[in-house]
């Protein structure tokens, strides 16, 4: 798959919107992105999944992890594309972790799935998880990577998109310069970008 192909796909299912929003952080910009959206669409999901899995064909993998939530589904998919083992982690008081009889054994090839990484957060708490149990961590995939900057997590990461979306305040806004009406978030916001 090619980036305007993935693209495409981000587009129909709506991951990426175009226009003019309000964020929750107060500040304007001309898109956002509701990565869930695409898993809400199994054949574009395993579309993807093929693609980032085509980038490990060179690595054995015995089971891919993904944390909870954003991971759940990509991980599953991600397990089916390299024909292993899927699982994933959740918080126990806090901590990351395995449940559900889910295991890690030494040694065993792991590659983590999540679905947006920003600063990296989860996924750098399921390497630590990994490290505890002894697993040999493969790399890192996600559907995108949001961020202008370099993301050191120590490991191979391969995200499909890198997305940076602009914002501004509401002064030097040039969509509302040009008198496009904004689009205010719901109860919920948008999050900020
Ligand atoms: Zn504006």
């Given at each position: 798959m090619n980036q305007?192909?993935?693209?495409?796909?981000?587009r129909i299912t709506g991951v990426l919107k175009e226009g003019h929003f309000?964020?929750?952080s107060g500040r304007h910009s001309r898109g956002y992105m509701q990565c869930a959206s695409v898993l809400q669409y199994p054949q574009y999901t395993a579309r993807l999944c093929e693609e980032?899995?085509?980038?490990?064909?060179?690595?054995?993998?015995?089971t891919v992890i993904g944390p909870a939530m954003g991971g759940v589904i990509l991980s599953y998919e991600m397990g089916r594309a390299l024909k292993c083992r899927a699982?994933?982690?959740?918080?126990?008081?806090?901590?990351?972790?395995?449940r559900r009889g889910f295991t890690i054994e030494p040694g065993e090839k792991v590659l983590i799935a999540e679905d947006v990484v920003t600063t990296g957060g989860s996924v750098k708490e399921v390497i630590?998880?990994?490290?505890?149990?002894?697993?040999d961590l493969q790399g890192v995939v996600s559907l995108i990577h949001r961020s202008d900057s370099c993301l050191h997590l120590g490991t191979r990461f391969e995200p499909l998109l890198r997305m940076n979306i602009e914002s501004y305040t509401p002064e030097d806004c040039?969509?509302?310069k040009a008198g496009i009406p904004i689009n205010k978030p719901g109860s919920r916001g948008?999050?900020?970008i």
């Amino acid at each position: 798959m090619n980036q305007e192909e993935i693209l495409q796909i981000m587009r129909i299912t709506g991951v990426l919107k175009e226009g003019h929003f309000l964020l929750t952080s107060g500040r304007h910009s001309r898109g956002y992105m509701q990565c869930a959206s695409v898993l809400q669409y199994p054949q574009y999901t395993a579309r993807l999944c093929e693609e980032l899995a085509s980038r490990f064909a060179d690595v054995q993998i015995d089971t891919v992890i993904g944390p909870a939530m954003g991971g759940v589904i990509l991980s599953y998919e991600m397990g089916r594309a390299l024909k292993c083992r899927a699982i994933f982690a959740e918080r126990v008081d806090g901590k990351m972790s395995l449940r559900r009889g889910f295991t890690i054994e030494p040694g065993e090839k792991v590659l983590i799935a999540e679905d947006v990484v920003t600063t990296g957060g989860s996924v750098k708490e399921v390497i630590e998880l990994l490290k505890e149990a002894e697993g040999d961590l493969q790399g890192v995939v996600s559907l995108i990577h949001r961020s202008d900057s370099c993301l050191h997590l120590g490991t191979r990461f391969e995200p499909l998109l890198r997305m940076n979306i602009e914002s501004y305040t509401p002064e030097d806004c040039p969509l509302c310069k040009a008198g496009i009406p904004i689009n205010k978030p719901g109860s919920r916001g948008l999050k900020s970008i």
